[in-house]
């Protein structure tokens, strides 16, 4: 039998891909096609996304896939959540988006918690508090200058969709994490549409990962010589990461480790008890309706920050074996820390917030490293024995997979703090886990995420990390 191609595209805070995913009976097989810097810039007053840049890059990527797999069938398409743009009715982007470290919602959360207490909004949509959750960052928007002109909110990976094929809808798992969709029903909530005044007709309709959305516009189809579908995937790229943690069996742990670290488990029902809102764990709607029980932990941006702060680029691979050598103990930070969220001067803000704790401060870049990693690991730790004991899951291996899953040091440190073993790998989940969603819906994948994730643990490459 031929294999079968599908196209991933797959954009992160960090970076975006675009991947060939050739899917045989046993196996996926993934290649890079096109690979592109993507970062928040800061443009009248706010942090931004460029959308025209990222448009263009996903075109150069379709026609890289063109080139080298003519017979790609379909495309899927993830980003990172939250963040959204808007459109005027004939459908024109009406600026870049605003991204979600921008500062402008800090006026909004106290506005917003005092129209819905955080114990109502938990009821409803079962999330975590995030200072930047789309509802928050919508009551912003409502004092811009835009918000008379917008006749759609489409969040990223729609609007990526919505240029590629003219069709607007939006999906599932990335609906979850606007904080405007009901936990139990899976659709917008109109309690809290009402609560916010926002009218319920901005909102495309909610369709599920496996739809066809739509096929490439014919003046695409012809420039970049691709007729290719658009088929809806886990458009939340850490829902697409889960589909692509290589684990059969249910007692396991996943951290989705990149900009974020996302931690926790998966689960068939929300936990929306007290103590869950207490230790603000999220329930984001992961792919088959499965929940994602978990908490963002700061993750790899914190050593992005000091890499950037440094003029360090590429993967450090030196320094992260200096600091993975370096003794523990010589300090933590809280990585959840509101403070770590926005960009700028991060070693100096690391310093300062073990100088409060009273700890040393680091005298090296190593050190500044170690302490990341040490404190991540600790996260890491804390957040899945909360999520076991708050779920009643239980964890007996944990799943690292992203791009955090090639650092070593911090693999080592987590199976230590952990106390369990570690499976690091794959380092693309996320594509997988697009390509694979996009791969049953043409029939070219097994039926279950179970299934799925059974081919993954046979097909790719991963290793393994002992507790002691
Ligand atoms: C990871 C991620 C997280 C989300 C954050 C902001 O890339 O999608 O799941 O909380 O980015 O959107």
Do not use: K
């Not at 458009?235 to 996943?254: E, K």
């Not at 703090?417 to 690091?424: D, L, Y």
């Amino acid at each position: 039998i031929n294999p079968r191609v599908f196209g991933a595209i797959d954009i992160g805070a960090s970076g975006g891909r675009v991947m060939a995913g050739i899917v045989d009976a046993r196996r996926v097989e993934l290649v890079a096609v096109h690979r592109f810097a993507n970062g928040a810039v800061r443009r009248d007053g706010h942090l931004r996304w460029e959308l025209g840049r990222l448009l263009t890059e996903v075109e150069r990527g379709l026609a890289a896939l063109a080139r080298d797999f003519p017979q790609t069938e379909s495309i899927g398409i993830d980003t990172w959540a939250v963040d959204y743009g808007l459109l005027d009715a004939a459908g024109r982007p009406l600026a870049d988006p605003i991204a979600y470290r921008d500062e402008r919602t800090a006026t909004a959360v106290p506005r917003v918690d005092a129209a819905v207490d955080r114990a109502r909004q938990y009821a409803i949509n079962g999330l975590q508090h995030l200072p930047f959750t789309t509802l928050y960052q919508l009551d912003a928007e409502r004092d811009g200058p835009l918000w008379d002109r917008a006749a759609h909110i489409v969040l990223l990976p729609d609007l990526i969709a919505h240029h590629l094929t003219g069709a607007l809808s939006t999906e599932a798992t990335n609906a979850s994490t606007t904080g405007l969709v009901d936990v139990r029903t899976g659709d917008w909530s109109g309690e809290l549409l009402a609560a916010l005044g926002i009218d319920p007709g901005l909102l495309p309709a909610i369709e599920q990962p496996g739809t066809v959305r739509g096929r490439l516009r014919p003046e695409l189809a012809r420039r970049l010589g691709l007729d290719a579908a658009v088929t809806t995937v886990g458009s939340h790229d850490t829902a697409s990461a889960v589909v692509g943690v290589p684990a059969a069996d249910r007692d396991i742990a996943f951290v989705s480790s990149g900009t974020w670290s996302l931690v926790g488990v998966e689960l068939d029902a929300p936990v929306l008890d007290e103590a869950s809102r207490a230790a603000n764990f999220t329930n984001e709607r992961g792919v088959d309706d499965r929940i994602r029980y978990l908490r963002n932990v700061g993750g790899l941006w914190l050593l992005q920050e000091c890499l950037r702060a440094w003029g360090v680029s590429g993967t450090p691979a030196a320094l992260l074996a200096e600091a993975g050598a370096l003794p523990t103990g010589g300090g933590v930070i809280d990585v959840d820390d509101a403070e770590f969220i926005a960009p700028g001067e991060m070693p100096e803000r690391i310093a300062a917030a073990l100088r409060r704790d009273g700890w040393p401060e680091p005298r090296t870049r190593a050190e500044t490293v170690r302490v990341i990693l040490d404190s991540l690991a600790g996260a890491y730790a804390r957040t899945i024995e909360q999520a076991s004991a708050l779920s009643g899951r239980r964890v007996a291996t944990v799943h690292v997979v992203g791009g955090g899953a090639q650092n070593e040091a911090l693999c080592r440190l987590t199976a230590a703090a952990t106390g369990r073993e570690v499976v690091a790998g794959p380092t693309e989940a996320t594509a997988l886990g697009n390509v694979l969603v996009q791969a049953r819906a043409h029939g070219a994948a097994p039926a279950t995420l179970e299934e799925m994730r059974a081919g993954l643990a046979a097909g790719q490459q991963l290793r393994r990390y002992a507790p002691a």
